[in-house]
């Protein structure tokens, strides 16, 4: 695969236009087939996106779909969401655990209804301003939400790019999260931004798990660093 510098970190290579666009090509097409039929996937409304998002940290999609029903179901809009007591709340949250979560959200409500008349504001600074909306949560409610031409970056997608197109160094570290960053911004697509951010978090989730990849079944088997430099690495794991 032909690279690029990054003229952001100068040291970190990004990839030239062809492989991005093979990339998006190869990736969009598999989700075509194999992506999930879920169900956050069928709305456009704010709400209805946070609560999925928050509902999915750290917690696996087959726990949340019951809850996430649920949760609409008792908690329709962010006006009842904001007027309910903290407690029920929390126990309605039970058992996805971190409850922190349940709180950020109702938090989120509040000020939505005290400030945005219980909408969600769709441009960046103003969704960042929230406390508990970070940059990919902001990131996932513009592109699936609003539908902008907005970057994503969560656990999936980061070892997703970090494989494919770096391989090397440390993936946790402040200086490759940027960079996946700014790999993210640079393979997204004009169009279909909703698909993309939802095929790089499928394949990541499916296909390019932490642990024993299914690299043969992968749309992206053969232009990816870490499949490629796999005999490399191994025996110095
Ligand atoms: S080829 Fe393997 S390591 Fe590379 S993206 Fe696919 S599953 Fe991940």
């Not at 062809?18 to 989700?31: G, T």
């Not at 938090?107 to 441009?123: M, N, Q, T």
């Amino acid at each position: 695969m032909l690279v690029k510098k990054n003229v952001r970190t100068r040291s970190l290579p990004v990839p030239v236009p062809a492989d991005r666009r093979r990339f998006r090509q190869r990736l969009l097409a598999w989700y075509r087939r194999h992506g999930r039929d879920l169900p956050w996937r069928k709305t456009d409304d704010p709400y209805h996106i946070l609560v999925s998002e928050i509902m999915l940290q750290q917690t696996q999609v087959e726990r949340v779909l019951p809850k996430y029903a649920e949760w609409l179901d008792k908690y329709p809009s962010m006006e009842a969401l904001a007027a309910a007591p903290a407690k029920d709340v929390t126990k309605t949250w039970y058992p996805l655990g971190y409850n922190i979560r349940p709180k950020r959200l109702q938090s989120i409500a509040r000020e939505s209804v005290a400030k945005y008349g219980g909408h969600l504001p769709s441009d960046e600074a103003t969704l960042l301003s929230f406390d508990g909306i970070g940059a990919y949560t902001a990131g996932a409610i513009r592109s699936f939400a609003f539908r902008e031409r907005a970057a994503i970056l969560d656990t999936n997608v980061a070892r997703v790019l970090f494989r494919v197109f770096v391989a090397k160094g440390d993936p946790k570290s402040h200086a490759m999260k940027r960079h996946l960053w700014t790999l993210s911004e640079t393979v997204m697509p004009m169009r279909h931004v909703f698909d993309f951010n939802q095929a790089l978090m499928d394949l990541g989730a499916m296909i390019c798990v932490a642990r024993n990849p299914k690299c043969p079944v992968c749309p992206m088997a053969k232009s990816c660093v870490w499949r490629r430099t796999a005999v490399v690495r191994e025996p110095a794991e």
